[in-house]
């Protein structure tokens, strides 16, 4: 009951605001999508481009720590055969035991490390792309705030952008101009000509970092 209560309350409230907005004829509501946006960026191209460099060398690392490991349990499993030969003296069989006991203590640590490293940079990584991701966002919310105040928006929301309880921040407005096709031609305007190597430079190899 008391569920049913806040809920009704809640229609209640967006109702009155959908009144309020309705009796304000004069305001004028524009909309964008910051995820076309920023994937239409020709920074983020860039970017991008960057990081998928820098995950392949991640892989490319984690795969060689692999096949170290790989073979160390090979080595292993090679000295547990021969220790089982019938033919060879106890004493022998007892060091080889012993070599093959090192070896997989040798490859667990190496097994574990190689977790552990692997963890360690996709959590740099992650925190890599939010970073600079959420620059190329500032970026263009300055834009389209250049743009709001030069056509004399007074509402510009975002339709793909989610509020705390991961609902749509605007789901339906009959009268906003959808603005996102012509911002795409603004942040794109300092774009590079095709061919143009502006823009190759300025930022480091990200795969130096792996080690």
Do not use: C, H
Request: charged share 35%.
């Amino acid at each position: 009951m008391k569920s049913f209560k806040i809920i009704a309350a809640l229609i209640s409230a967006l109702v009155m605001t959908s009144s309020s907005f309705a009796q304000e004829k004069d305001e004028k509501i524009g909309t964008v999508n910051m995820q076309k946006l920023l994937a239409g960026y020709f920074k983020a191209a860039d970017l991008l481009k960057t990081f998928k460099e820098y995950e392949k060398g991640i892989l490319e690392k984690n795969e060689l720590k692999a096949e170290e490991v790989k073979a160390l349990t090979v080595e292993a499993n090679e000295l547990t055969k021969k220790a089982e030969n019938p033919s060879i003296t106890r004493e022998k069989k007892d060091e080889l035991f012993r070599e093959a006991q090192l070896i997989r203590s040798e490859t667990k640590a190496r097994q574990d490390a190689r977790i552990a490293w692997l963890n360690r940079k996709r959590t740099a990584f992650n925190e890599k792309q939010k970073v600079e991701l959420g620059i190329l966002r500032e970026e263009i919310m300055v834009m389209v705030r250049e743009v709001g105040d030069a056509e004399g928006y007074d509402y510009i929301f975002d339709r793909s952008g989610a509020s705390g309880a991961s609902l749509p921040i605007l789901s339906y407005s009959k009268d906003a101009t959808d603005l996102t096709a012509a911002m795409l031609d603004r942040i794109n305007r300092d774009a590079p000509e095709e061919g143009s190597d502006e823009g190759d430079g300025g930022n480091e190899d990200p795969a130096k970092e792996q080690e």
